[in-house]
């Protein structure tokens, strides 16, 4: 999903039709709340959360504003609704307290907030607009290839849990390796239980490689992919996971603000002279957030090659105490996320040492007095 600008929004919300709808997504039932041209409640009931009961809600009616909260069905729906001829806000379930802290919290209810605001001040909604279907199935595959991953991990560590359990241990070897190599380490009496598990590992192993073959292909869908793979660290899934997260570079007017689009960046609390430290505010996409801290785990482990990031974030580590190397890899991973967007909107690879930087200056001056020896 990526935020309307300010522009998008004014432009796309001038035109107001008669009829406001609030619709409260439901995994069974949704309900919705109508308003009429003067803000009075028309009418209300729930419909079933299928495209057959939003067809048979919507289609063929004149041209509505409808609001709903982002959720497991809301790009579906938003898109069917779209194409039934309506105006769509899908809001950023997230800023609602309004609704999610209501003391008289109901579907009901929460069908009606979300008219009057769509009806009386649609910003409030902090709308959201979501990805094409087809970005959004190649996102599922990048996601789907990420629980796959987590499952085997569980198993591979409840593996050698086992055999440590019985005085035994496994060999340090890689997930991709384990099922193969673990299996000679077993006693006889440990066969039994752990087989199976190896089993499944080594199932998982082969379906994750044939993931990876289709998203190294997405390559040749989405250009940019190759552009952000320059970057050290930043592999096929990191840099497909982070075009399509985004969507597109304009989803973010400014490179700047990706950290806090993110959730990368410190929450802040300040009410009068108080204005407490806070940790990141971890809103934003998860999954995309925990990419870019792995990407800068690299950056900043010994496999990581010189760079001005991450001469920057060793620094940072050094001087931040007992918490600076995780406080340095939250910075690191927050500058990434910055440095990739800055690459996608100029079009420009990565350079280690930008221009202008001493190191950069320096290699400049050593080339030219090769060049002239």
């Known amino acids: ?29 949704s309900h919705y709340c109508q308003l009429n041209e003067d803000g009075a409640v028309e009418e209300e009931g729930r419909i079933a959360t299928t495209e057959q009961g939003m067809r048979k809600q919507f289609a063929g009616e004149p041209r509505q504003r409808i609001a709903m909260e982002c959720g497991t069905h809301s790009p579906w729906i938003s898109r069917l609704l779209k194409e039934l001829g309506h105006q769509v806000i899908v809001a950023n379930a997230r800023k609602l307290r309004a609704i999610s802290e209501n003391e008289s919290k ?5 069908a009606e907030m979300l008219a009057d605001l769509a009806y009386y001040r649609p910003r409030l909604l902090h709308p959201l607009r979501h990805r094409s279907a087809r970005r959004q199935q ?4 990048l996601r789907s290839r990420d629980m796959l991953v987590r499952s085997r991990t569980m198993l591979v560590n409840g593996a050698r849990g086992l055999v440590k359990s019985s005085g035994g241990r496994l060999p340090a070897c890689s997930s991709e390796s384990f099922a193969e190599k673990a299996k000679p380490s077993l006693s006889a009496e440990m066969k039994k239980a752990i087989t199976p598990l190896l089993r499944q590992i080594a199932s998982l192993t082969e379906a994750i490689a044939k993931m990876d073959v289709q998203i190294e292909k997405l390559q040749e869908r989405y250009a940019e992919i190759a552009l952000l793979r320059t970057v050290p660290g930043v ?7 982070y075009v399509l997260t985004l969507d597109n570079s304009d989803a973010i007017r400014k490179s ?11 929450g802040r609390e ?13 809103t934003g996409n998860g999954y995309m957030r925990r990419l870019l801290v792995q990407s800068a785990h690299y950056t900043l482990s010994r496999h990581g090659p010189e760079s001005a990031l991450r001469e920057w974030g060793l620094r940072l580590a050094a001087s931040g105490g007992k918490r600076g190397k995780k406080r340095a890899v939250v910075a690191v991973a ?8 800055a690459m996608w909107r ?15 200056a320096t290699a400049a001056r050593v080339t030219a007095v090769e060049a002239a020896a």
């Open 235 to 241: 592999g096929p899934i990191v840099a497909a996971a």
């Open 346 to 360: 100029s079009g420009k690879k990565y350079q280690a040492f930008p221009e202008g930087s001493k190191k950069a």
């Open 256 to 266: 700047r603000s990706v950290g806090a689009y993110l959730g990368l960046r410190p």
């Open 106 to 110: 109901s579907d009901e209810v929460d």
């Open 138 to 141: 190649d996102l599922n595959l």
């Open 270 to 282: 300040q009410s009068g002279s108080s204005d407490p430290e806070k940790g990141i505010s971890k």
């Open 334 to 341: 927050r500058k990434l996320g910055v440095i990739l967007h």
């Open 1 to 29: 999903m990526k935020k309307h600008s300010r522009r998008q929004q004014l432009a796309e919300w001038q035109e107001k039709p008669s009829i406001t709808v609030g619709l409260d997504l439901g995994d069974r039932y």
